[in-house]
Nanobody, 126 residues
């Protein structure tokens, strides 16, 4: 059974940076993708970014393009979300999720991911 766990959330002022980490354990196949989602108070959970494990293909929500970068470290089974130029509207609980993907297909929907972490809070103050 695959397990994912996030870390690295916290509080920062607008314009600042944070790096989130997501460790996947128990995975025995390479056809895998990791996605980041977030949920702000009173709003639905939304897609943020994703990366495929085998070739490192990435995709981002328009709201974070140019500010956030997703990357992976295969040796550590870890995916990072580097968040720069943070805005108050980035405040949310950030979730890491893992799922199967074939042919390195990009996955942007929650239903594409079977394994979810507990979430980590990111708060950006103005």
């Amino acid at each position: 059974q695959v397990q994912v766990k996030e870390s690295g959330g916290g509080s920062v002022q607008a314009g600042g940076s944070l790096r989130l980490s997501c460790v996947s354990s128990g995975r025995t196949y390479s056809w895998y993708a990791v996605g980041w989602f977030r949920q702000a108070p009173g709003k639905e959970r939304e897609f943020v970014a994703t990366i495929t494990w085998s070739h490192g293909k990435t995709d981002y929500a328009d709201s974070v393009k140019g500010r956030f970068t997703i990357s992976r470290d295969n040796t550590k089974e870890t995916v990072y979300l580097q968040m720069n130029s943070l805005k108050p509207e980035d405040t949310a609980v950030y979730y890491c999720a893992g799922g199967i993907t074939f042919n390195d297909a990009i996955k942007r929907k929650e239903n594409d991911y079977a394994f979810w972490g507990q979430g980590t809070q990111v708060t950006v103050s103005s």
